[in-house]
């Protein structure tokens, strides 16, 4: 059968950085890296507009149903200079949390997606451990202003991918290709991650709450020998999988830290998460140092295998873990064209909807097609298209389907036929 029921209460939303969907000429790092000549086509100071049309974006959630949105606050515009706080800046970002929580749409905040001021970066950024202090500041001005309106947080947003990115591959800010600068950073942010916790819960039990709710955006992938009986890619794929993801994930849900990571910030071991926040977006098959999609696998348009399974491959880990709720805060697809998206996000619901999993929430990212990091506006992930030059916005069919799904708590065979019947993956 095609046909599939939602979880009971389970909540379906969508997720944008702010870098990828505001706009906006302020002075961080994504700016500074365009106008290095780095980025494939794209400017994030145009980005989608959702700054300056926010009210239109957030009642086109609305209409579509979107019962939970993830939404990203960027550091730069709100303390544009170290110790120096826009108010206008937070004023605009708490009246965009009370429509949606008026609409009945329930808030998730992030606090650090990618993206870092320039007066941090050129402070040494998340090279240096001292620095982590100034994140701790912005994060609680943050939570005092919006404590009373958001009860939960993404401190950090896949900083396994922050990190090499930026520090080991080099094609991101700030462009290092050093192992050793990664790991460094690594341990900054989930020393960050691991305060910050402590911190939200802090400052709003103080504003009266305790219903608090933390925990960071943990990106994680299916790693696989591109040959099961080779010794040497089987090492070769664990040795990946652990320097990529499993250290940086102990290290900030238990504070339990090995090496080459540190635990700079002398935290003790515990729990620093209330729900695990899972970003899935693909496998990576392994031999020897190199990575790629299997061979004759399905892709995205960026070349991306699809392997909707993996999903409940990376939950079953973080249980063994940590038992806790499970949201699955990113899962979303580059289509230029939208001819798969829809059998995409049907592949993966199912496979949530079949499993005894604890998977509460699904965001499906992004909700609209912007800024999409070193790819530029190339890439598109989103539900509603953006016109580049007037801004409107359009509903993929991708973008129906979704609230079709919300709409009937899953998806019936009239609309399995309707939607995804026929389309078909690049292989």
Not at 192 to 220: E, P, T
Request: charged share 25%.
């Amino acid at each position: 059968m095609n046909s599939f029921s939602l979880k009971p209460n389970m909540l379906l939303g969508v997720s944008s950085a702010a870098t990828e969907i505001d706009g906006g000429a302020l002075n961080h790092t994504w700016n500074d890296w365009h106008e290095k000549g780095r980025i494939r086509g794209g400017d994030p100071a145009v980005a989608a507009g959702h700054w300056d049309n926010w009210k239109d974006d957030v009642l086109l959630m609305h209409r579509l149903g979107v019962q939970t949105y993830r939404l990203g606050i960027e550091w730069a515009r709100v303390e544009p200079e170290e110790g120096v706080f826009d108010k206008d800046a937070i004023a605009h970002i708490k009246e965009e949390l009370m429509l949606l929580i008026a609409l009945g749409i329930k808030p998730m905040v992030t606090l650090h997606h990618f993206s870092d001021p320039m007066w941090f970066a050129e402070k040494g950024g998340w090279e240096r451990y001292d620095n982590v202090r100034c994140f701790l500041i912005y994060v609680e001005r943050v939570v005092r202003e919006i404590g009373h309106l958001v009860s939960e947080y993404i401190t950090i947003n896949e900083p396994n991918v922050y990190a090499a990115n930026g520090y080991a591959l080099g094609f991101w800010p700030p462009g290092k290709k050093k192992a050793a600068a990664a790991a460094n950073v690594m341990s900054n942010l989930a020393a960050a991650h691991i305060k910050a916790y402590r911190l939200i819960h802090d400052v709003r039990r103080q504003l009266g709450f305790r219903n608090s709710r933390v925990s960071f955006a943990n990106h994680l992938r299916v790693f696989e020998p591109k040959n099961r009986v080779n010794p040497v890619d089987l090492s070769a794929a664990v040795r990946a999988e652990r320097r990529f993801q499993t250290l940086l994930t102990e290290a900030m849900i238990t504070g339990e830290f090995h090496r080459p990571l540190r635990n700079n910030g002398r935290d003790r071991k515990g729990t620093y998460c209330d729900f695990h926040a899972v970003s899935y977006y693909t496998r990576s098959t392994v031999a020897g140092f190199g990575e790629s999609a299997r061979d004759g696998s399905c892709k995205n348009d960026l070349g991306w295998e699809i392997f909707p399974e993996g999903i409940l491959r990376v939950c079953h880990g973080l249980i063994k873990l940590r038992a806790m709720p499970i949201y699955i805060i990113a899962n979303g697809t580059c289509d230029q064209n939208d001819s798969f998206r829809s059998r995409y996000i049907y592949e993966h619901l199912k496979q949530i909807a079949e499993s005894k999993l604890p998977i509460k929430r699904y965001y499906y990212s992004n909700f609209l097609d912007g800024f999409s990091w070193q790819d530029g506006n190339c890439a598109r992930f989103g539900l509603v298209q953006t016109d580049g030059d007037t801004g409107r916005r359009t509903v993929k069919r991708s973008g129906e389907f979704y609230a079709k799904i919300i709409e009937h708590g899953g998806v019936t065979d009239a609309l399995y036929e309707q939607y995804v019947a026929g389309q078909e993956y690049h292989f």
